[in-house]
C-alpha cells in the first residue's frame, strides 16, 4: 500500500487569483487586498501567502478533495477523506434524540503507525455492519469527512461513505501510541475553552524572559518558605531556574499573547539551556537574539487561557515549532 496515494492539493498562486476574482473582484481591488497583507504582516509572508490568507477569508476552498491519507495528515474541514487504520477499540452504537432528530450513532477508535482518530457512523447501513467489527481488524473509511469536538479531530461517515473491513493485501503492523490530531484555527475564532489548538503565525512583539525557581531534582517549581526553597516532594532543596517567554503572534486575521514555559521558551529563542540561563544576569545580550526572533513563522500547539487581569484570551503553548514563511498558511481552508 502506497504511504498516500494523492497528497493534500493546495491551490497555486493563479489559481487562487482567479478564484477571488470569481467573488467579484478585479486585478486591481486584489492587489490592493494583498499590498494590504503584506503591509499588515510587515512584508514576512509572501505574495502567494497572503493570497492564500485573503482566499482563506473569503471562504474560497483551498484544498482539492484529499483521496488517501495517512491519519496524521488530517485536519478539520477536509472531505472526500479515504483512510486505513487497525481497530483500536469499537464503543459500539448508540442511540440519540435531539430536538430535531433522533437516530443511532455508532463509533470506533482506529490508528496506523502514524496517529489514531475516532471515526463517527451516521449511516444506518454502515451502523448495522459494526457488530462485525473486532480489535485488531484493518478497516478502509471510504469518503469520510472531518470535524473538530472539544478540541479533537474526528472523522465522520455519512450516506456517501462507506466501509471495507480487511481489505485484501493491507497489513498494518504498527499503531501509533495515542498521538492526537492538531485542531487547527485561525486567532480571530479562538474561545476560552479551546485545548489542543494549533495556530500558525508570525512573532510580532517578544518580551524579556522571566525565571523562577525549580527543583534541582524532579524540575517542579518550587516555593520559598522560612528562609528556604521547599519541594512539595523532595523538602528542602537547592533552586535550580526555568524560563518563561512572552509574545505575540499574528496570523493576518488577529493577534495573541503566547506563553511559553522552558522547553518551549528555548524552541522560540533557538539557544541552548545555559545560553538562555545566561541572560538571567545579562539581559543585555537578549537584544540580539530578540531581531533574530521577530519576523519568525512558528507553529504553536497549546490552549486559551482568559487573564483575568486584563480581560483578554491568552494562549498558553505545549510545543513550538518553526516554519518558513511558505509553511504559514498551509493548512487553510
Not at 2 to 25: A, H, P, T, V, W
Not at 214 to 220: H, P, Q, S
Not at 314 to 324: D, G, K, M, P, V
Request: proline share 1%; aromatic share 6%.
Amino acid at each position: 500500500m502506497n504511504s498516500i496515494i494523492k497528497m493534500i492539493s493546495i491551490l497555486s498562486y493563479d489559481e487562487l487569483i482567479n478564484r477571488i476574482k470569481e467573488k467579484g473582484f478585479n486585478e486591481k481591488e486584489i492587489e490592493r487586498k494583498i499590498n494590504r497583507k503584506l503591509e499588515e504582516l510587515s512584508g514576512l509572508i509572501s505574495r502567494e501567502g497572503a493570497a492564500h490568507l485573503i482566499a482563506n477569508e473569503l471562504g474560497i476552498k483551498i484544498f482539492e478533495d484529499i483521496g488517501e491519507i495517512k491519519i496524521n495528515k488530517i485536519i478539520n474541514g477536509m472531505r472526500s477523506i479515504d483512510v486505513y487504520g487497525k481497530v483500536i477499540i469499537n464503543y459500539g452504537v448508540r442511540e440519540y434524540k435531539t430536538e430535531k432528530r433522533a437516530g443511532k450513532v455508532g463509533s470506533f477508535l482506529i490508528g496506523d503507525e502514524t496517529a489514531r482518530i475516532r471515526v463517527s457512523v451516521w449511516d444506518e447501513v454502515i451502523i448495522n455492519t459494526l457488530s462485525e467489527l473486532k480489535e485488531g481488524d484493518v478497516i478502509k473509511i471510504k469518503n469520510a469527512y472531518s470535524r473538530e469536538n472539544n478540541g479533537w479531530i474526528e472523522l465522520h461517515l455519512g450516506n456517501k461513505g462507506g466501509v471495507e473491513i480487511n481489505p485484501k493485501g493491507v497489513v498494518i503492523e504498527k499503531v501509533a501510541e495515542a498521538i492526537s490530531l492538531k485542531v487547527f484555527k485561525e486567532i480571530k475564532d479562538l474561545n476560552e475553552t479551546d485545548k489542543n489548538i494549533c495556530l500558525k503565525g508570525t512573532i510580532v512583539q517578544l518580551f524579556e524572559p522571566r525565571f523562577y525557581e525549580i527543583c534541582e531534582i524532579c524540575g517542579k517549581r518550587i516555593h520559598l518558605e522560612n528562609g528556604n526553597f521547599k519541594c512539595l516532594e523532595h523538602n528542602i532543596v537547592n533552586p535550580k531556574y526555568a524560563a518563561v517567554l512572552n509574545f505575540f503572534l499574528d496570523d493576518g486575521s488577529d493577534n495573541i499573547r503566547v506563553v511559553a514555559f522552558r522547553e518551549q521558551a528555548k524552541n522560540v529563542l533557538n539557544v541552548d539551556e545555559n545560553k538562555i540561563l545566561s541572560l538571567k544576569e545579562n539581559l543585555s545580550d537578549f537584544e540580539g537574539i530578540k531581531e533574530e526572533v521577530l519576523g519568525r513563522q512558528v507553529e504553536v500547539i497549546g490552549r486559551v487561557v482568559k487573564n483575568e487581569m486584563f480581560n483578554r484570551k491568552e494562549f498558553i503553548a505545549s510545543n513550538i515549532q518553526e516554519l518558513n514563511p511558505e509553511k504559514l498558511i498551509e493548512n487553510l481552508g
